[in-house]
């Protein structure tokens, strides 16, 4: 690995010339010496510096043959380093799917390889290497990691500590792999239960509550030296379109929008947020063009940067998504994302069509060069902020000191038992008894198991209750269970002394509804765990005792054992309201609500 008295020579000098401070967001940055640095730059480097870009593979250098193939037939290079190389990108995210995260000390290695690749490109700068880790269920990097609750349990929690304890250990933990850029927290407010891409992703759906939770998830990132991204503006939280697929429209008024949406992004703003990540979203009462916010002047550029006062980054969501897609062609939207004033271009479906249609605008004079060096200005002020000049590799001893200590993992355990909600609790069948309820039967939908926890959801309770005394026994009965799985999990029910049950995101014509309620006519004791959503409770009236766990991540499921156990009382309050099943009008379970033992 190249010394540091190397890393100063490749960075030409500038290193020398930025004072730095302790926290990412106190280090005090030259602008003078920066856009010295910039007036160096070729066009082509100022283009590349703009994008953020995935690319296949675990190693800088020297992938798998399969993941070679992914970026020739995606990119038309081989590996990251040529990517770099050819682009000059400015940053890199990581994904599971794409093999970057396979193990700490891996990610470690190509954050060093793709930092070593940049910084020997002449005027070579160190990069922002990204990925979203918003815990929960949106996790990139994996066990042996520390994995904490996601946004809508912490929100039931509570706790702003909690929010900067969880933002300080998930950055310390990044960082020492390499990681210098998270795109969390999400700072959307989410009221429309049927959300299908935000949801528990939220903190909740009380705007004041989630700012509070995300000026004190950046808190903790700051302290850490990782630049936190809240996301998505100007809001998402009111959506039943996912942008990933469609092209959700925001009917709210634009006085709706500073009473809701607006809240946390000020927060943000007022916190210091590093980033902030555009939303593919229509929003009439802002922006009446028709055009998505990521390609809105009007919103970008007027309210963010206007009205909101924020000067640092702003990064488009994923190019890839088509809420971006639908009106324009992949040529037209990095040139119309600038011109709204967007700074960074996010993982285009295309790079080379992407960053030739950039370089082309600023030929044609459709871009100028000066609007580039704005962009380019805030992300290097950024980097500099990371002392990533300074420091842009990572060590083994670093990653073993750090990630998974057994000090993050303990916090992750106790924070999450805060966040366990317990909805309904009739006779106080709960705490089971290890006297009365010794065998239990854990059934339930088995989702896909977000990014590195062990799953399924079935064989972690069964295990957690195991180690809790209880003899427990996992049958997984899915997300649509069938009449011969309901069958066979209410054959299994007369064996059991009580029954634990999963539930994901039922409605009223789910079967796991009708496995629940078959389950419940047994005469057996039923406790529900809603997996996801908390909103499950309302279409199950029958079941006597209904906990939220907000996610089926191993932290969140073993603190619901926990619970169920008796071995800690439950104190997570809704931090969303629940509507009746049959009168959606009508409010079942208020924001607040949650028993205790």
């Known amino acids: 690995m190249p010394t540091r008295r190397t890393v100063l020579a490749a960075t030409a000098g500038v290193t020398a010339a930025l004072a730095v401070g302790t926290p990412a967001h106190a280090a005090a940055v030259d602008d003078k010496k920066l856009r010295s640095l910039i007036s160096r730059m070729t066009l082509e480097e100022k283009v590349g510096q703009l994008f953020v870009m995935r690319v296949y593979g675990h190693s800088a250098t020297d992938p798998d043959q399969a993941d070679i193939d ?117 700072a959307d407010v989410n009221i429309n239960p049927a959300n299908p891409v935000i949801g528990v992703r939220s903190f909740g759906a009380d705007p004041d509550a989630v700012a509070a939770m995300v000026a004190a998830e950046v808190g903790g990132y700051q302290r850490s030296s990782v630049a936190a991204t809240a996301k998505h503006f100007p809001g998402h939280g009111d959506t039943a379109v996912d942008s990933h697929y469609g092209f959700p429209v925001i009917t709210h008024s634009r006085e709706l929008w500073e009473k809701l949406d607006a809240v946390p992004f000020r927060a943000a703003v007022k916190a210091g947020i590093d980033a902030i990540m555009t939303a593919h979203i229509q929003f009439p009462a802002l922006d009446d063009s028709g055009d998505p916010a990521t390609l809105s002047h009007p919103i970008l550029t007027g309210i963010l940067r206007g009205e909101l006062g924020y000067d640092g980054v702003v990064v488009t969501d994923s190019l890839g998504m088509e809420g971006v897609r639908t009106k324009y062609g992949d040529d037209r939207v990095p040139v119309l994302a600038l011109k709204a004033g967007v700074d960074q271009l996010l993982n285009p479906p295309d ?30 002020r950024l980097k500099a902020r990371l002392k990533l000049f300074q420091q842009p590799y990572v060590s083994g001893h ?26 309904v609790n009739d006779g106080r069948l709960l705490p089971l008894s290890r006297a009365a309820h010794r065998k239990l039967l854990v059934v339930g939908a088995d989702p896909a198991s977000p990014s590195g926890t062990t799953g399924p959801p079935t064989g972690v309770l069964a295990a957690a209750f195991t180690e809790l005394g209880f003899t427990a026994t996992a049958l997984s009965t899915g997300t649509a269970p069938s009449a011969a799985t309901i069958a066979k999990a209410v054959a299994a029910a007369q064996d059991a002394d009580a029954v634990v049950v999963g539930t ?70 809704l931090p969303v309201p629940v509507q009746r099943a049959d009168d959606p009008a009508q409010v079942l379970y208020p924001i607040g609500h949650g028993l205790s033992y």
């Open 70 to 186: 992914a970026n020739l037939s995606e990119i038309g290079v081989r590996t990251a380093a040529e990517l770099i190389a050819r682009y000059r990108v400015g940053g890199i995210i990581y994904f599971t799917w794409a093999h970057n995260t396979r193990d700490p000390h891996q990610i470690a290695d190509l954050s060093n390889g793709i930092q070593r690749a940049s910084l020997a490109q002449p005027r070579g700068l160190p990069v922002l290497v990204t990925t979203d880790q918003e815990h929960g269920i949106v996790c990139r990097v994996g066990a042996p990691a520390t994995l904490f609750p996601g946004a809508m349990a912490m929100g039931a929690g509570g706790s702003r500590e909690d929010a900067r304890t969880l933002g300080r250990i998930s950055g310390a933990e990044l960082r020492a792999i390499g990681i210098n850029q998270d795109y969390s927290p999400d």
């Open 504 to 573: 994901y995101n039922v409605t009223a014509g789910n079967s796991q509804k009708t496995l629940v309620e078959q389950l419940v006519a047994t005469g057996r004791p039923v406790v529900a765990i809603a997996v996801r959503n908390p909103y499950d409770v309302a279409q199950l009236p029958s079941v006597r005792a209904y906990l939220a766990g907000y996610s089926w991540t191993d932290v969140e499921l073993r603190a619901a054992a926990r619970v169920i156990a008796g071995q800690v009382g439950p104190r997570g309050r």
């Open 398 to 423: 670093g990653v073993d000191r750090t990630v998974g200590t057994r000090a993050h993992l303990a916090a992750a355990d106790r924070i999450a038992e805060r966040t366990t909600t317990l909805l």
């Open 351 to 380: 790079l080379p069509v992407a960053w030739n249609a950039v370089l082309k605008a600023v030929q044609g004079g459709e871009l100028t060069e000066a609007r580039l060096d704005e962009s380019i200005l805030r992300i290097l």
